[in-house]
């Protein structure tokens, strides 16, 4: 807490010397917000797993920032700059800083071709969800680009590329480090009464430079002379996918959302990596094909209340060792209520399945997943530049393997301020 002060007392500095509102159209805005967290199960360990480790904790996160947001005649330049740090009070062995920046450009050539072109780098940690008792440090890189050409009042066609690179700091981690490259070419119609339908098809290689190692056995009952074998398996894939997406204008209060298509992940397996004298032996991963898509609805009741509900069966990649891909089924609800002109209640649930795919062993258990959270916060602005937020969360993972089990609940409060 002493070692946040200076950046607290910097921030309300700054806040008692500018005005009190942020005015519409402002170019630059920066911001600041402070929180403290208590969690019950920080690294959402199962009952009995680790019991060294403590397993509550509290903990606080400070970010300041600068949001940019500047229009030159047609264009417009949107950019952020982010520092957050993170400091725990029994774990301080896992205090991190992070970082942010975004920056993205929406150009405009005559009245019929648009598009945006930018990028973005960050540094954060992973979620103890994913990665358990390790503090790992993750960098992400994007730089994207994307046209669109409106040939005709209701059509328009366009593509966009993007790149992105995945590092990890912990050694135990290097096998998810990724380079990532998306193409997709869009065909859109805008129907008289606002609302779109596209199809799109979308294209993604992935390579993962480091293989992910299985298992290290011996090539006899005593290893020395005779050299180790490791089994490994390799990550990178192939992704096509079809796509259908539309957003839907059912009346003033409802709106609709939604993606449907087809996944085809073709797996590399190629033998990466080099391991001395040790025999190198490959586990290939199962390709996968298959249904994906999400469906979501906003319905404003009433003018002081907002229900938002979404349903989803998605692809994405697995940070298990013993699968290449998991399946996600999964829905959620979440609601905002404007008690008064100052007061807001937030409650939200979720649900969702996980399926992991590709077990390249031949005696382990194919690990499935059931998550559950909830929350409940409420809102209060003082005034219209600063934001206090304080509320309750909690949530739940029972696996079919039960070291991956756990339960936590937490109670955070938070302020931000926006000048």
């Not at 920066?30 to 360990?45: A, E, H, K, Q, T």
């Not at 994207?144 to 981690?173: K, M």
């Amino acid at each position: 807490m002493k070692s946040a002060l200076p950046w607290v007392g910097l921030a309300l500095g700054a806040f008692l010397g500018l005005p009190a509102q942020a005015h519409e159209g402002d170019t630059f805005r920066p911001f600041v917000s402070y929180g403290m967290f208590s969690d019950s199960n920080l690294f959402r360990l199962a009952d009995n797993e680790s019991p060294g480790i403590p397993r509550s904790d509290r903990y606080s996160v400070l970010s300041a920032g600068l949001n940019v947001d500047w229009k030159p005649g047609r264009q417009e330049i949107v950019a952020n700059a982010t520092k957050t740090r993170v400091r725990y009070n029994r774990n301080s062995m896992f205090d991190s800083d992070g970082s942010d920046y975004q920056a993205t450009w929406n150009w405009r050539l005559g009245n019929r071709l648009s598009g945006n072109a930018g990028a973005a780098e960050s540094l954060s940690q992973s979620n103890f969800d994913s990665v358990g008792l390790v503090n790992n440090q993750v960098t992400r890189k994007r730089r994207f680009g994307r046209a669109e050409w409106e040939f005709h009042p209701r059509w328009r066609i366009g593509g966009g590329i993007e790149s992105a690179d995945y590092a990890n700091s912990a050694p135990s981690l290097a096998s998810q480090d990724v380079q990532q490259r998306t193409q997709d070419v869009t065909l859109s119609y805008l129907t008289p009464k606002g609302s779109s339908l596209r199809a799109q098809v979308r294209r993604i290689d992935a390579e993962y430079t480091n293989p992910q190692v299985l298992a290290v056995t011996c090539s006899a009952f005593i290893c020395p002379p005779f050299p180790f074998i490791v089994e490994v398996a390799d990550n990178s894939y192939r992704q096509t996918e079809y796509n259908l997406l539309g957003d839907w204008s059912v009346s003033a209060k409802l709106k609709l959302r939604g993606q449907a298509g087809w996944v085809d992940r073709q797996y590399e397996n190629g033998l990466r990596g080099h391991f001395g004298s040790a025999i190198t032996q490959l586990k290939p991963r199962p390709d996968f094909n298959g249904f994906a898509g999400r469906i979501s609805a906003d319905w404003y009741a009433t003018g002081k209340t907002l229900l938002s509900i979404s349903a989803y069966q998605e692809l994405g990649g697995a940070q298990d060792i013993n699968a290449s891909s998991v399946l996600k089924k999964g829905a959620s609800v979440n609601g905002v209520w404007l008690i008064r002109e100052k007061w807001r209640l937030n409650a939200g649930a979720t649900f969702e399945n996980r399926d992991f795919k590709g077990d390249p062993g031949t005696t382990q258990l194919q690990r499935n997943d059931d998550t559950l959270s909830e929350s409940l916060s409420i809102s209060y602005m003082p005034i219209q530049a600063v934001t206090v937020d304080v509320g309750v969360s909690a949530g739940r993972r029972d696996s079919n393997i039960s070291v991956e089990d756990y339960q936590f609940h937490m109670l955070f409060a938070n302020v931000r301020a926006d000048f």
